[in-house]
């Protein structure tokens, strides 16, 4: 009797200390937000489903007209996150490795010092990604998927945590250089951040007198209990009948006959972790369906592509096939 009293009791000691992390760690969440909030107004919105994306370990393009907030939400972003933090303008005129970095003659040893890029650090915003060259876009791929860059046959880590928060502009602007499909995959979220309403517009204007907001954004997390959030989305709960739900969505995509570009397996996955952390910020460690309809558009109406399209009417397009197509599929109970 008294063994099994003990273990129950060890039990519901185990129990009570995961629902006191869970709490802190949603009220970590709950800071971020609001953070991020105070320095970007009006876009409730977006700043969610960006934390949404940091927190399932993605990263983030914004696509906008230029002075709708992109690069603010952006340095808010990082700034909320108390990480090491990088500022790049990628233009035409940019070499890959002004990005990741090269190796420099010492004359003094005779020998080669590897001198790291911007990359090396922990939230990279690369600010008008698609104003520099396919070259240099590619340049960071092997960094976005695997947290590592190959330089003159050495392999070197990055930091933990690791996210690139990048901006484009509309294709239709001058000198821009579309995103390869390749390249948009690696991203987990598109997101658009749209034109604020007349009384958030007016409260900018009234805010920005004594300077820019996100100059005086304090952190509210660290990079440590970042990466700890990140392994607790891991572990929150998907039934199988919406993994399989998800996996409809998908199949769907691949033999729609206006896209000649479905949702891949490595898609599908994408749309898996940030449902785990859609939850994980409404504080729950289980998925329930609303979790998947929130994000479905901005994880992926980028990674397919319409048939006979133009590139500036893509996204729109494309969001309407994905929404018919989850009206389409019935919800699990």
Do not use: W
């Amino acid at each position: 009797m008294h063994v099994a009293d003990s273990l129950d009791s060890a039990a519901l000691r185990q129990i009570l200390t995961l629902v006191s992390e869970h709490d802190v760690s949603h009220e970590v969440v709950r800071r971020i937000i609001s953070n991020v909030e105070s320095a970007v107004l009006g876009k409730q919105q977006t700043v969610k489903l960006s934390v949404v994306s940091l927190l399932a370990g993605g990263h983030i393009l914004l696509e906008d007209a230029p002075g709708l907030g992109k690069t603010s939400l952006a340095r808010a972003l990082a700034k909320t996150l108390g990480c090491r933090f990088v500022r790049m303008q990628f233009t035409p005129d940019l070499l890959p490795s002004d990005i990741l970095g090269a190796s420099v003659y010492r004359p003094a040893t005779g020998d080669f010092e590897f001198r790291p890029g911007p990359i090396f650090t922990n939230v990279l915003l690369a600010d008008e990604i698609n104003r520099t060259t396919p070259r240099n876009q590619s340049a960071l791929l092997e960094a976005m998927s695997e947290r590592q860059v190959s330089i003159e046959g050495t392999t070197h880590p990055l930091s933990e945590p690791f996210l690139v928060i990048a901006t484009q502009n509309p294709y239709e602007f001058e000198g821009t250089y579309p995103l390869p499909e390749n390249q948009l995959d690696r991203f987990m979220m598109c997101l658009s951040v749209g034109y604020p309403d007349r009384k958030a517009e007016l409260e900018i204007l009234q805010r920005h007198r004594s300077g820019q907001p996100v100059d005086s954004l304090s952190s509210a997390t660290t990079g440590e209990q970042v990466l700890e959030m990140q392994r607790q989305v891991q572990a929150v709960r998907v039934n199988t009948s919406l993994a399989e739900y998800m996996l409809d969505l998908c199949e769907k995509t691949r033999r729609h006959q206006e896209l000649t570009l479905g949702i891949s397996t490595r898609g599908a996955l994408t749309l898996y972790r940030a449902a785990q952390a859609m939850a994980y910020c409404e504080g729950r460690d289980y998925v329930i369906p609303d979790d998947i309809k929130q994000i479905v558009i901005p994880v992926l109406a980028h990674r397919i592509v319409c048939r006979g399209v133009l590139k500036e009417d893509h996204r729109q397009r494309a969001s309407q096939i994905l929404k018919s197509l989850l009206d389409s599929i019935p919800v699990p109970t």
